[in-house]
């Protein structure tokens, strides 16, 4: 279908384009008018129903977002900020320039307006950037009756009315209950006597990966958002979680791939962007590994009388920081799962230490009946490689399981302790293990 109607949109047929938009869901008409020029993306987006056209424009690039606001009239920016929901408007308003904002402000009333300037002077990736303030308020007096009368009057302009929520005349939090609760109920029993006044709420201050947490933990499909008087300022729904969610992964990848993070789609990033996240920690590993010449300087006079001793330094090398990278790969996620807390860095080293025991052995062994038998080498060099990889094995996966637990004891992220750095470091290790078993086992 989606075919057809770029087909459609092509040949100017605009109407009949339209009435096969409108039985799409928004996420998918926002797709099909990416994939079209701007010019017939502004025709279209005008000839959409209003309330479809806020909606697809909210799951459109920033990039698209930004034409359709620089191109249309003051009037149609005012409709498109009306049906949109409040977040959904921060949202995209955090990635405009100045301009944008400017003119999006400026077709706002003063209460809109009021509440986005407040939006935006919370953290970033904070609660109170995420959160939306569309939600079902309630009160402790009202009978189930009165509660579903007024969540028929308000629920419409509600980003979700499953839960909702009890607050005080104060606006403080007492209770949350459901909507599943409130039909099952007697219509004359009154809010305050079945609610749930064990309440799991955020502070506006929470960063986002806490709250993505809080969600998994839970299950919830939403939780609300209180200042530091426990005052309800807003809810934070299932749906901004997932983005957090796919947000935070997309950092930790990029880090553990020895970038700087950033939002940009790939093809959407210039190459001068792309290479300015890119030169910073290759600078710092290449500097990094000046060290692991410098240990084969060192030792350049027992690699000249022993030369073959210089062919197994690539396997070396390449098993310990593979080695320490599983194990820096393991509690990196399990960090950002909340399974490992900063206090288990005695658990992670032993538990590493007797992974690493098993795994060594093995890999000695096979290697040891490998050289020594399949390619002849002398008994006592392959005793010195065979040893070295044990060895190297051991302290890899103790370096690599601790590292990142250090690094978040130290207020950095984890995944910067991931395989380009556990590599670069282990490399330097694994070096002075071979060696120093070389001259001792050799008498180099």
Not at 20 to 33: M, P, T
Not at 68 to 86: G, Q
Not at 99 to 107: A, I, M, Q, R, S
Not at 180 to 200: F, H, P, T
Request: with cysteine; proline share 2%; charged share 25%.
């Amino acid at each position: 279908m989606r075919d057809d109607i770029l087909e459609l949109i092509e040949q100017s047929r605009y109407a009949d384009a339209r009435n096969e938009l409108i039985k799409l869901n928004a996420v998918d008409i926002a797709q099909v008018l990416e994939e079209v020029h701007q010019q017939n993306v502004l025709i279209m987006f005008r000839i959409l129903p209003k309330e479809i056209a806020a909606t697809a424009f909210s799951y459109m690039s920033y990039d698209q977002q930004r034409y359709i606001i620089e191109s249309i009239t003051d009037k149609e920016i005012e409709i498109i900020i009306d049906e949109l929901f409040l977040d959904d408007t921060i949202d995209f308003l955090e990635e405009m320039p100045a301009n944008v904002v400017k003119k999006v402000l400026k077709n706002t009333d003063d209460k809109t307006r009021k509440l986005i300037n407040q939006f935006l002077n919370y953290p970033e990736d904070s609660a109170g950037s995420i959160m939306t303030i569309e939600y079902v308020d309630l009160k402790r007096e009202m009978t189930v009756r009165q509660a579903i009368d007024h969540i028929k009057k308000t629920g419409i302009d509600k980003e979700t009315i499953n839960t909702c929520y009890v607050m005080d005349q104060s606006r403080k939090l007492e209770g949350v209950i459901s909507i599943r609760k409130l039909i099952l109920s007697d219509d004359d029993v009154l809010i305050g006597d079945i609610m749930d006044k064990d309440v799991i709420y955020i502070n506006t201050s929470d960063d986002q990966e806490k709250i993505a947490m809080l969600f998994k933990k839970y299950d919830f499909i939403s939780m609300p958002v209180v200042d530091k008087e426990r005052r309800l300022v807003g809810i934070i729904t299932v749906d901004d979680v997932v983005d957090i969610i796919d947000q935070e992964n997309t950092e930790d990848f990029q880090r553990m791939a020895a970038m700087q993070p950033s939002e940009e789609e790939y093809l959407k990033t210039s190459v001068l962007e792309l290479a300015k996240n890119r030169i910073p920690w290759l600078l710092i590993l290449m500097i990094s590994a000046t060290f692991t010449g410098n240990i084969i300087r060192k030792y350049e006079e027992a690699l000249q009388s022993v030369v073959i001793l210089a062919s197994f330094i690539p396997m070396l090398m390449d098993t310990g920081g593979n080695a320490g990278a599983q194990s820096s790969t393991l509690v990196i996620r399990g960090i950002a799962l909340g399974e490992i807390k900063l206090n288990d860095l005695g658990k992670i080293l032993w538990k590493e230490f007797r992974v690493s025991v098993i795994v060594g052995l093995i890999l000695a062994i096979v290697n040891f009946l490998r050289i020594y038998f399949l390619e002849k080498v002398a008994f006592n060099i392959s005793i010195v490689v065979s040893i070295s990889i044990f060895a190297t094995v051991i302290l890899a996966k103790i370096v690599g399981g601790s590292l990142p637990i250090i690094a978040k004891k130290l207020k950095l992220d984890p995944a910067i302790m991931a395989s380009p750095l556990i590599t670069t470091i282990v490399d330097a290790v694994a070096l002075m293990i071979y060696f120093a078993a070389a001259t001792s086992i050799l008498g180099l």
